[in-house]
């Protein structure tokens, strides 16, 4: 059963870093585009982050650039988001998504599997 899982979310002061993880299970992940989206309360889902197959490329919503990274091991079948210089708008829940041999982009509608989420709040 395919099953993607979010880890690393919790509360953290402005300023702070978080490294989330999503981990997946039944399937390759070599075969599947990974991205990083999340939704705050009352707004709409926004993408955040994605990488290709490989990991040789990368994209990041302007939003998070310069502060977030986007990696991938596929060996341990886990992708990760280092989230530095954190700010009280990163706080949402995020949700990592898989899209079988696709690409790297930003729009969720793209994706066919989803995670369950994870809580990222930035307060002091």
């Known amino acids: 059963q395919l099953q993607l899982v979010e880890s690393g979310g919790g509360l953290v002061q402005p300023g702070g870093s978080l490294r989330l993880s999503c981990a997946v299970s039944g399937f390759t992940l070599d075969s599947y585009a990974i991205g990083w989206f999340r939704q705050a309360p009352g707004k709409e889902r926004e993408g955040v982050s994605c990488?290709?197959?490989?990991?040789?490329?990368?994209n990041y919503a302007d939003s998070v650039k310069g502060r977030f990274t986007i990696s991938r091991d596929n060996a341990k079948n886990t992708v990760y988001l280092q989230m530095n210089s954190l700010k009280p708008e990163d706080t949402a829940v995020y949700y990592c998504a898989a899209q079988f041999f696709g690409t790297c982009v930003l729009s969720g509608g793209r994706y066919n599997y989803w995670g369950q989420g994870t809580q990222v709040t930035v307060s002091s």
């Open positions: 990488v290709s197959r490989s990991g040789a490329s990368t």
